[in-house]
């Protein structure tokens, strides 16, 4: 299986969509109508999210995209850590298998870093390892990912299925009851989507469940049909609206379309579609008047999916017995003592060098500051081609990072520990952040006495491509 930018596939559907009047409302409503679909009613009560809401992330589009890592990248600033998607990619990078030498060599999405030799196999992708569905070789699968990068996850039972097997509508209701169950749980889940346009037979596009919306119990992991899945699609769909031609699809730029105030144009990011809708077969999913995203339904037939380990060139196939839904849940941070106190990131202002001076990015209405600009390059213009291959980093930024600590007791003492990491270069593996790691070194040091059972901790400024973590001791020997 092969991630996905998916910029190429949807090319195919934007390039013939219809332009609209800019009288509705820019956002998943406005972008189903021009792609010909009708947007289903979703009329929830109460909705369900995880312990620490989850970071809406744009992507880069190079190298088929980075829409698992953004994933990850979400999950990551929920607890505590930041990485660019570089260094995600890189994380990502150690396998084994026929091609390794045993130890996990890091692929780099292709090569030395810092030249243009392209290996399209190290990718965030949601599979686990053994289950025969992405070649002889282990690498890019996401339980791995999430832990060279310091999270505890588990991933979806694709096999056996949840509590029935992952055959059919029922098998697709099995997944979504998983989903919820983990929602429930308080934890961050990443899935694979349809996107209209795709070729893929299990899934084109990776993103972020953000919440579900229910009429039932929120504690009840069942599956209802009117249950509202919302997901972050990291800023695949992007709209522009023109005087003469009105609103339709547009190109992702380094910048968000929108962000900075810009109302000629959005980034909608959020979808929603209820559980008995979003299901369907690859061809209905392609379908002209068919929504933008969708789930696939599992047939029971084998069928033959791209998977890049099975060859340099990322265009390897293997027969597989059936097609899947696939999903990863990441549950906290990797922390064999527990003792880690639940701390979460939010990048609040963030700088690129242009010309040599540092220059404020504009705000996103949606994604914040969590956007990487320039674009990983090849040229000053970004590399934002989903068929661009490039392993050169671009410029880093600067950006401010404010830590929050959850769940404390009033008046017990804290300690704010920041880890530091050797950069990914290469030759390491790109495994990064578990707890205690020999690599990681205390760099700062905060204590504190709890006033509240919340607290944010004043910005810090760091560059986008160090390799951050923030973990939270009781501090019993401290002065707070």
């Known amino acids: 299986m092969q991630s996905i930018g ?20 820019c956002g998943q409503g406005l972008l189903e109508k021009t792609l010909g679909a009708k947007l289903n009613e979703t009329n929830s009560l109460q909705f369900i999210e995880p312990a620490v809401p989850a970071q809406i992330i744009y992507q880069w589009n190079a190298n088929n995209g980075y829409c698992g890592e953004a994933s ?39 090569g030395e870093m810092g030249t243009n030799t392209i290996n399209y196999n190290a990718q965030m992708l949601l599979e686990y390892a053994g289950a025969g569905v992405s070649g002889d070789n282990d690498f890019g699968q996401g339980p791995r990912c999430a832990a060279n990068s310091g999270l505890d ?14 055959i059919g509508e029922s098998g697709v209701q099995d997944y979504l009851s998983w989903i919820k169950a983990e929602m429930i749980a308080g934890h961050h889940v990443t899935i694979g989507v349809l996107g ?15 919440k579900i919306g229910t009429n039932h119990d929120v504690t009840d992991p069942t ?76 047939a029971s037939e084998k069928i033959d999916v791209i998977a890049g380990n099975t060859a340099r060139e990322g265009d390897g196939l293997v027969e597989i017995d059936r097609s899947h839904n696939y999903a990863l849940s990441v549950h906290g941070p990797l922390d064999t003592a527990d003792q880690t106190q639940n701390v979460s990131l939010e990048i609040v202002s963030s700088r690129s060098l242009e010309n040599g001076v540092w220059t404020e ?15 990983i390059s090849p040229t000053p213009e970004g590399c934002d081609d ?14 401010d990072l404010m830590a929050t600590v959850h769940g404390l007791k009033v008046g017990q003492n804290y300690k704010v520990v920041e880890y530091s990491f050797p950069f990914l270069d290469g030759s390491k593996t790109g495994r990064f952040a578990a707890m205690p790691d020999d690599q990681a070194q205390e760099t700062y040091v905060t204590r504190f006495t709890a006033e509240s059972t919340q607290v944010a901790l004043p910005p810090v400024q760091r560059m986008s491509n160090q390799l951050i973590k923030f973990r939270v001791f009781p501090d019993e020997d401290g002065s707070g």
């Open 153 to 166: 996850a588990t991933t979806y039972p694709f096999e056996t299925g949840y509590k029935t097997a992952n």
């Open 6 to 25: 998916f910029g190429v596939a949807l090319a195919l559907v934007l390039s013939g969509a219809a332009a609209l009047a800019n009288e509705l409302e």
């Open 223 to 298: 599956y209802y049909p009117d249950d509202v899945l919302y997901f972050d699609d990291h800023g695949v769909y992007t709209l522009q609206f023109d005087h003469e031609y009105g609103w339709d699809f547009t190109d992702n730029p380094a910048v968000p379309v929108g962000a900075g105030g810009d109302d000629t144009g959005c980034t909608p990011y959020i979808f929603a579609y209820t559980f008995d809708s979003i299901a369907k077969t690859r061809k209905a999913a392609n379908k002209s008047n068919a929504p933008a995203y969708s789930l696939i339904i599992p």
């Open 72 to 110: 990850l990248i979400s999950a990551g600033l929920a607890n505590g850590q930041y990485m660019s998607q570089a260094d995600a990619r890189l994380a990502c990078g150690a396998f084994m298998g026929n091609a390794s030498d045993g130890s996990g060599p890091s692929l780099l999405q292709g």
């Open 361 to 375: 990015n504009p705000r996103d209405p949606f994604a914040g500051f969590n956007y990487e600009s320039p674009y």
């Open 196 to 210: 209209n346009g795709g070729d893929d037979q299990q899934y084109d596009h990776i993103v972020t469940v953000v």
């Open 386 to 399: 989903g068929e661009c291959m490039t392993n050169i980093r671009p410029e880093p930024m600067q950006i």
